[in-house]
């Protein structure tokens, strides 16, 4: 009985080392050095190879490293009637709505123009823009996108929040569904995008949906990088229908050093950071799956397959 850390880009020791102190005597293989494959009955994984799973004949679980599931959904091969699981912890939505509230209150306060001024030693004063006055609008209210409206709404914000089925968020103006999408963005002055990546959310930030939001909008994505179709975003900042945008995720990570949102003046970026999960914080919820999926017992935090997330 073996569990198989399977993960690319990134390093495997910090969740082997955890693991480990968890679970000591846990017989851990570390990918592409796995032994025999029929040994394995549980994988760890973050964007694995395509087409791996379906050499392990025993596997029980597939449990993801982190709250999305796509990247391993995307895989053709994926062996049939094994059940995944996604990380569901306190910290990803604490981290989460640390990252939002840091670059709404940024734009809020101009910022970035205060930073440019100081390297021009300029003292120009711009009037902040008041949390009662701007309407956020947060596309998928789970366990992140629920946090933060609820968090943001307590800041004063004018949060709306858009979903797929209702939902009731204390202080929040909820909306669900393709019919009221529209009505859900003419609210939005500042759009947070944390849905998970399906065929129905793929694309979604795109050229028609900018067009909905309020003018001189502003994006933040920390969803999917292909959530966001790329050439609308550039359109629209400069158009001027969106005033800037600040992204964690994107279609290729690492971004290309070519890309152009490196050096766009009203894009941010930062590398995928908004919500890191923590080893230390998940391994016992991976543990105990592990544990469950060896008795066959209902697992932590299984994705609906169908549903894609
Ligand atoms: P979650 O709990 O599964 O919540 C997803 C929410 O999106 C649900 O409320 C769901 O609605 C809604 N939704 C799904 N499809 C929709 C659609 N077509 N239209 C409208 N709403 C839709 O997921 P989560 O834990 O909040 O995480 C969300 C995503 O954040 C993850 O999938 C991952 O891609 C991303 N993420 C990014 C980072 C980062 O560091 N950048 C970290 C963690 C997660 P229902 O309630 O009706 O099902
Ligand atoms: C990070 O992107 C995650 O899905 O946890």
Redesign the pocket.
């Known amino acids: 009985m073996a569990l198989l850390v399977v993960i690319t880009g990134y390093q495997a020791t910090p969740w082997v080392s955890k693991l480990q102190a968890f679970e000591p005597k846990l017989d851990i293989r570390v990918w592409p050095e796995v032994g025999d494959p029929d040994e394995i009955d549980f994988a760890l994984t973050w964007r694995h190879p395509m087409g791996e799973f379906k050499k392990y004949r025993n596997l029980k679980c597939i449990a993801s490293m982190?709250?999305?599931?796509?990247h391993i959904l995307c895989d053709p091969d994926l062996p049939h009637g094994v059940p995944i699981t996604r990380i569901?912890e306190p910290s990803?939505p604490q981290s989460?709505i640390e990252y939002v509230v840091m670059v709404v209150l940024n734009y809020c306060r101009h910022y970035d123009l205060y930073r440019k001024q100081q390297i021009e030693q300029q003292w120009l004063l711009k009037i902040p823009i008041l949390a009662r006055n701007v309407g956020i609008g947060i596309?998928?209210?789970?366990?992140?996108?629920?946090d933060a409206a609820e968090k943001l709404s307590h800041l004063g914000f004018q949060v709306a929040g858009?979903?797929?089925?209702p939902?009731i968020i204390n202080g929040v103006k909820t909306f669900?569904g393709d019919d009221q999408l529209n009505e859900f963005l003419a609210h939005t002055r500042i759009l947070i995008c944390?849905?998970?990546?399906?065929p129905?959310?793929k694309d979604i930030l795109n050229r028609d949906l900018f067009d909905k939001l309020q003018p001189g909008a502003y994006v933040i994505n920390?969803?999917?990088g292909e959530h966001l179709v790329e050439q609308d975003l550039l359109y629209a900042l400069e158009t001027g229908q969106l005033s800037g945008a600040c992204l964690?995720?994107f279609r290729t990570e690492p971004l290309p050093k070519d890309h152009p949102f490196w050096r766009h003046p009203k894009i941010v970026v930062t590398p995928?950071?908004?919500?890191?999960t923590i080893p230390a914080a998940v391994v016992p919820q991976i543990i105990e799956n592990y544990h469950r999926a060896l008795s066959g017992n209902p697992l932590l935090n299984e994705v609906d397959i169908r549903?894609g997330?």
């Open positions: 982190g709250a999305g599931v796509e569901v990803m989460m596309m998928g209210l789970g366990q992140l996108g629920g858009w979903n797929r089925t939902k669900s944390l849905l998970p990546l399906t129905g959310t920390v969803a999917r964690d995720v995928h950071i908004s919500s890191l549903r997330y």
